[in-house]
């Protein structure tokens, strides 16, 4: 064991640090298509690069889990803070599609250092498997969306990308500050003569817990969730852009009000929901994702920015549900393997938005926004309703 405090202030330490670092990132990300679009990127190539981006967190993760055995999950957050500050810097210097391909593997890496790192200190915690806990992580990006792109938005247009890039790396470097004073919560190491033994020991409880019949079905209906967002994630801002006619300063407008009422609709509201019952959230959230999605298709036609507000802010809030419901479920079936849960966890999001967008450019290219959302709304729909009926 280290360090010198272990309490339950480390879901609200994490999640501080998980919204420094995405104020930061943020000052551009939202708009990170644009800079594409604008630098010759077609739809096809824009979902690569958040291929290249995603593809490496999944892949990072269970890299990640084992070096939690070794070295402090807060050395990693910090790490994976600095590699975000480094990826901002290199965007200043963009050097055509292969260098940008680089870069995003770059930030891929780091951000699996940084969640697997955070949830391996949120389920080690006494309450990691509580799942009001999760959420405080979960909102971060909300409370970072309500602020981080309204500012970028003024940078970007007072003095280009290249301002927004640099300021965003500096905050993400506070962010890597903010993560090293983590380092005085407890852990438990693993020695290096064992350390092998245990990592294989923990990935077979979690292929154990993907298969069992309680957990795997719910696991695999989040899955589902968080890919059919993923289908226009990357995209959304040039769907706003480009089918519902808003202007540049409506889809800002848009992107902060919908952060800012989330997190105001999470207290008021959403955290009432969360009852312990990590399989009732995945499923309330998955009917309402799949009921939002499905009206985006259907309504498409007569879209306005009101309706797709509130048809957007319906499929935030199912995703929220069923992705807390996941992370508290995992927290609960791998609560003595935090390492590999944390590993575990993260794979999930990353990996559905990596085939996501990899399928979502395609897709749109093809079917058209309309046919993709009630496709994917449909399937949605299905998986969580054979959930329902097999329970």
């Not at 003095?159 to 300021?167: K, M, N």
Request: a positive charge.
């Amino acid at each position: 064991m280290t360090g010198k405090k272990n309490s339950n202030n480390v879901g609200r330490e994490v999640a501080r640090v998980h919204f420094v670092l995405m104020a930061g990132y943020r000052l551009f990300s939202l708009y990170y298509p644009l800079f594409l679009a604008a630098q010759g990127f077609s739809l096809a190539q824009i979902g690569n690069a958040y291929l290249f981006i995603y593809l490496p967190i999944a892949l990072g993760a269970p890299l990640a889990g084992f070096l939690t055995r070794l070295i402090h999950p807060a050395l990693m957050v910090a790490a994976g803070c600095f590699g975000y500050a480094a990826y901002a810097l290199g965007m200043v210097f963009f050097g055509g599609v292969a260098l940008a391909y680089a870069w995003q593997i770059m930030l891929g890496l780091s951000a699996a250092l940084f969640f697997t790192a955070c949830r391996a200190l949120l389920m080690a915690d006494r309450d990691g498997g509580d799942e009001s806990n999760f959420s405080w992580f979960y909102n971060a990006p909300y409370w970072a969306g309500a602020i981080a792109p309204a500012a970028g938005a003024f940078i970007i247009w007072k003095f280009g990308f290249s301002a927004a890039f640099q300021i965003s790396a500096a905050v993400c470097v506070y962010a890597a500050l903010l993560a090293l004073a983590m380092a005085s919560h407890s852990w438990r190491f693993t020695s290096c003569s064992s350390v092998w033994i245990k990592f294989v020991r923990g990935w077979r409880a979690s292929f154990k817990c993907l298969a069992s019949k309680t957990a795997g079905p719910l696991i695999a209906a989040s899955f589902t969730v968080a890919l059919a967002e993923s289908l226009v994630h990357p995209f959304f801002v040039l769907f706003l852009k480009d089918q519902i006619g808003l202007d540049k300063n409506q889809v800002l407008q848009f992107v902060a009000l919908s952060a800012a009422v989330f997190s105001i609709f999470y207290f008021l509201v959403l955290k009432r929901w969360q009852n312990g019952d990590a399989g009732r959230s995945i499923t309330r959230g998955g009917l309402i994702s799949a009921s939002a999605t499905v009206a985006f298709g259907f309504l498409m036609p007569v879209l306005s920015y009101a309706s797709a507000f509130l048809i957007e802010f319906g499929r935030g809030v199912g995703g929220f549900l069923a992705g807390t419901g996941r992370s508290a479920l995992l927290a609960k079936e791998m609560k003595n393997r935090p390492s590999e849960g944390g590993a575990l966890d993260t794979i999930f999001s990353p990996l559905s938005i990596a085939l996501g967008s990899f399928i979502g450019g395609y897709a749109i290219t093809w079917l058209g926004y309309q046919w993709l959302f009630l496709i994917s709304g449909a399937a949605v729909l299905a998986a969580v309703l054979l959930l329902k009926n097999r329970g």
